[in-house]
């Protein structure tokens, strides 16, 4: 088997997470939207990067044993903007989240999720946009099952994270049994 290389376009999926990345953005918002006329407090993140953690060393320093992340994250990895991410932040700082609704799509072999957060307090939400290619269906939900799935999200310089547990995680892997 053949080692993937993200130089290779075949091998990286950026071409085909961009091809419909604004109509899930445009989702958001259209969502965001509806629950500011519902009159919810929304903050809608715009990733400048998603990754999925499997527990798999991303880094060379991971993988040489040098550096070993503790805790490990596992699940969503979302980088957003420093703004963007205080935001979230604030809106979740006192509020845990009572539920989550997640819409996805599938398309050129990546399934893409819109995370809806609801706080406990019933008046706040955050929106998470997400993807993953389908060939890291498997080993994300192998991850859910035995450890829960998780996003984390932070800013670029990962100094501070929001953590939120998904108690459901089923619908994060649209006409697939996650059981």
Same mark, same amino acid.
């Given at each position: 088997?053949?080692?993937?290389?993200?130089?290779?376009?075949?091998?990286?999926?950026?071409?085909?997470?961009?091809? =419909?990345?604004?109509?899930?953005?445009?989702?958001?918002?259209?969502?965001?939207?509806?629950?500011?006329?519902?009159?919810?407090? /929304?903050?809608?993140?715009?990733?400048?990067?998603?990754? /999925?953690?499997?527990?798999?060393?991303?880094?060379?320093?991971?993988?040489?044993?040098?550096?070993?992340?503790?805790?490990?994250?596992?699940?969503?990895?979302?980088?957003?903007?420093? =703004?963007?991410?205080?935001?979230?932040? !604030?809106?979740? !700082?006192?509020?845990?989240?009572?539920?989550?609704?997640?819409?996805?799509?599938?398309?050129?072999?990546?399934?893409?999720?819109?995370?809806?957060?609801?706080?406990?307090?019933?008046?706040?939400?955050?929106?998470?946009? #997400?993807?993953?290619?389908?060939?890291?269906?498997?080993? #994300?939900?192998?991850?859910?099952?035995?450890?829960?799935?998780?996003?984390?999200?932070?800013? #670029?310089?990962?100094? !501070?994270?929001?953590?939120?547990?998904?108690?459901?995680?089923?619908?994060?892997?649209?006409?697939?049994?996650?059981?």
């Amino acid at each position: 088997m053949r080692e993937p290389d993200p130089g290779d376009p075949t091998d990286n999926p950026f071409h085909r997470v961009t091809d =419909d990345w604004d109509a899930v953005v445009e989702d958001m918002h259209a969502t965001a939207a509806d629950y500011r006329e519902a009159g919810w407090n /929304v903050v809608a993140v715009h990733p400048g990067d998603v990754t /999925v953690l499997t527990g798999e060393p991303r880094t060379a320093a991971e993988q040489t044993g040098d550096f070993e992340p503790d805790p490990r994250r596992l699940g969503f990895d979302v980088v957003v903007p420093g =703004d963007e991410f205080e935001a979230f932040r !604030a809106a979740f !700082a006192d509020r845990s989240v009572a539920e989550s609704t997640v819409y996805a799509a599938t398309g050129s072999g990546i399934v893409y999720l819109v995370v809806v957060l609801e706080a406990a307090d019933g008046e706040t939400a955050g929106l998470v946009p #997400l993807y993953y290619d389908e060939s890291d269906r498997e080993a #994300l939900v192998a991850v859910a099952r035995d450890h829960g799935l998780y996003t984390h999200v932070r800013p #670029l310089q990962d100094d !501070a994270v929001v953590t939120v547990e998904h108690e459901e995680f089923a619908p994060f892997f649209p006409d697939a049994t996650a059981e």
